[in-house]
């Protein structure tokens, strides 16, 4: 167990439809990273959050948006969704200023587009 | 920008076999490396990391060697089980406006049978 929550572990929806994944960092951990992994394109980098603030941005789409709250906990937002949206979404979570960047995965929550 | 280039998998090999899953890298800085292994219907974890050259990470039997001179970092066993079956991340993480954002590879497939 990684420390690392995230709800739901699985979501149905249809195309257009907006949907919110929730994260929960290990303890003590101010750093909440996104990531996206699909088949054809891996493991890609969304966003970073650190004690509230976006910290920094990979390829996220603008249909997309994330925040982290005071207690920590983070929510990724996807809206008008697509086929292509289809994936498995993990939350990571760090010690912040780590130089050895290790990361902490929540066990991903798999969102089907249909 | 970074990037981490690793063989295509899957890998199929029989118990007790030797282990070699290549992985090389591109990074402007100095980079930390990684493996993840990613076992079925789980999150990423870490198996082992290297933060300089020529450092050797160890794990569970696992190993792996910075090679700043080559930029790979290949991941070895001597002996696979069954129960190494799972999906092995090559990955680095090098500081980007203040931050660590590890980039992954595609993973490789590692299938072993008894």
């Known amino acids: 167990d990684s420390g690392v929550t995230q709800t739901p572990k699985h979501l149905i929806t249809a195309t257009g439809q907006r949907v919110t994944l929730r994260c929960s960092p290990r303890?003590?951990?101010?750093?909440v990273y996104w990531y996206q992994q699909s088949l054809d394109q891996g493991l890609q980098f969304l966003i970073q959050?650190?004690?509230?603030?976006?910290?920094a941005k990979g390829n996220i789409l603008e249909r997309f948006s994330a925040q982290q709250f005071p207690d920590l906990h983070s929510e990724l937002n996807l809206s008008s969704l697509e086929l292509g949206d289809s994936a498995l979404y993990f939350c990571?979570?760090?010690?912040?200023?780590?130089?050895?960047?290790?990361?902490?995965f929540g066990e991903g929550s798999r969102l089907t587009v249909l | 920008g970074d990037s981490v280039t690793q063989m295509e998998g899957p890998v199929t090999l029989s118990e007790e076999a030797f282990l070699t899953i290549n992985c090389t890298y591109t990074a402007t800085g100095y980079p930390s490396l990684f493996w993840y292994v990613q076992y079925p219907g789980e999150g990423l974890q870490l198996l082992l990391k290297a933060t300089k050259a020529d450092d050797k990470g160890s794990n569970k039997g696992f190993e792996a060697t910075y090679r700043k001179e080559t930029t790979s970092f290949h991941l070895e066993k001597g002996s696979v089980q069954v129960s190494d079956s799972a999906v092995y991340f090559c990955a680095l993480s090098d500081q980007s406006g203040g931050s660590y954002i590890p980039t992954f590879g595609r993973g490789t497939s590692l299938i072993v049978h008894p």
């Open positions: 959050y650190y004690n509230g603030e976006e910290r």
């Open positions: 303890s003590g951990d101010l750093s």
């Open positions: 990571a979570s760090s010690v912040e200023g780590d130089p050895t960047g290790e990361l902490f």
